[in-house]
């Protein structure tokens, strides 16, 4: 099977653009279905890692869902290990509403933290959270994280400060819809000559433990 894969440009910002090749689809992920002019990601998204990273992993992410969780951990341990200096995460927010009624709430206290500064403390910190935990619990981890609860009670009495954070989260999803996701964790793995792969779950850990991603770290050296 194909999917179109984007060659990419960079934007001012870093950020990859535009849609343009065909190449095989990962045997372990989806894909796009057609051609398209969206981001791998965009200027203000949350970056993980060393931002010059020559391999970029793209995660969309439901801050509730437990296989996110734990693939965010295992990722990050891989990070600081074997792709250390590497490989850069790019954190996507797709929260499942549906199933996770605070997700929405939580992702946008994400984008809010990420403007701060504190973005990675706090999706790591969110991802330890329980399903059910209240508002309290949610204000105690940004004061935790260095960050005003008192701000952040403000922003959620006042939909008008929430917008452009609920923007960007809307801007994931979209861009996610996309991309075909449907389900969390979806990874997009973009390498520095333009090609990409889809791995969804735990399919990244096959991927990235695979002979020829490892031929490719071994030609990347350290």
């Given at each position: 099977a194909y999917a179109v894969v984007m060659l990419v440009t960079?934007?001012?910002?870093?950020?990859?653009?535009?849609?343009s090749i065909q190449q095989?689809?990962?045997?372990v992920g989806g894909g796009p279905q057609g051609d398209m002019d969206v981001p791998f990601f965009r200027d203000e998204d949350l970056v993980i890692g060393n931002p010059d990273a020559p391999i970029t992993?793209?995660?969309?992410?439901?801050?509730?869902?437990?296989?996110?969780?734990?693939?965010?951990?295992?990722?990050?341990n891989r990070m600081e290990g074997d792709l250390k200096d590497r490989v850069r995460l790019v954190v996507r927010h797709f929260p499942l509403?549906?199933?996770?009624?605070?997700?929405?709430?939580?992702?946008?206290?994400?984008?809010?933290?990420?403007?701060?500064?504190?973005?990675a403390e706090f999706v790591n910190r969110a991802f330890l959270l329980p399903e059910d935990a209240d508002e309290e619990e949610l204000f105690d981890l940004?004061?935790?994280i260095g960050l005003d609860p008192d701000e952040a009670r403000l922003l959620l009495e006042h939909e008008a400060l929430q917008d452009p954070y609920l923007f960007r989260v809307q801007q994931d999803m979209a861009d996610g819809r996309e991309f075909g996701?449907?389900?969390?964790?979806?990874?997009?793995?973009?390498?520095?000559?333009?090609?990409?792969?889809?791995?969804?779950g735990e399919g990244l850990k096959y991927q990235l433990d695979s002979k020829k991603f490892r031929r490719y770290l071994q030609s990347l050296g350290r």
């Open positions: 960079h934007g001012a910002g870093g950020g990859f653009r535009y849609w095989d689809r990962a045997a992993i793209v995660e969309y992410a439901d801050l509730y869902c437990p296989t996110c969780r734990e693939m965010h951990a295992w990722l990050e509403h549906t199933q996770h009624p605070k997700a929405v709430m939580t992702a946008m206290f994400a984008e809010w933290a990420t403007e701060k500064g504190k973005g940004i004061g935790q996701v449907q389900s969390t964790p979806h990874w997009i793995i973009v390498y520095p000559d333009g090609r990409a792969s889809w791995a969804v």
